[in-house]
């Protein structure tokens, strides 16, 4: 990974971390946030990499704290899964 894609991906969490937790994200703001287009947003959506919205007039809308919730929810299970992983490698292992 280059420094810049470091510094992107940096960015990305820092930005939504700086936001109240409270604070109301529409798809569009989402979309600038993570530098991608709201069809990316919808996608991510679809395969459980971002939350599911809210609709909020109409429009869909999350809360930063429920992005970075998602978002460490789904470390955790991938630290789990690693964890096990590496206990059943190690079984064969022995």
């Not at 709201?38 to 809308?61: C, D, I, Q, Y």
């Given at each position: ?28 703001s989402l979309a600038r ?28 809308t999350w809360t930063a ?30």
């Amino acid at each position: 990974m280059t420094t810049s894609t470091q510094t992107k991906e940096t960015g990305i969490i820092a930005a939504l971390a700086e936001l109240p937790p409270d604070a109301l994200i529409d798809e569009a703001s989402l979309a600038r946030i993570f530098n991608r287009c709201t069809t990316s947003v919808r996608r991510a959506v679809t395969r459980g990499e971002l939350p599911r919205p809210v609709k909020l007039f109409g429009k869909p809308t999350w809360t930063a704290r429920a992005v970075l919730d998602h978002i460490a929810k789904r470390l955790e299970a991938a630290k789990r899964d690693a964890e096990r992983l590496s206990q059943r490698i190690a079984k064969f292992s022995a």
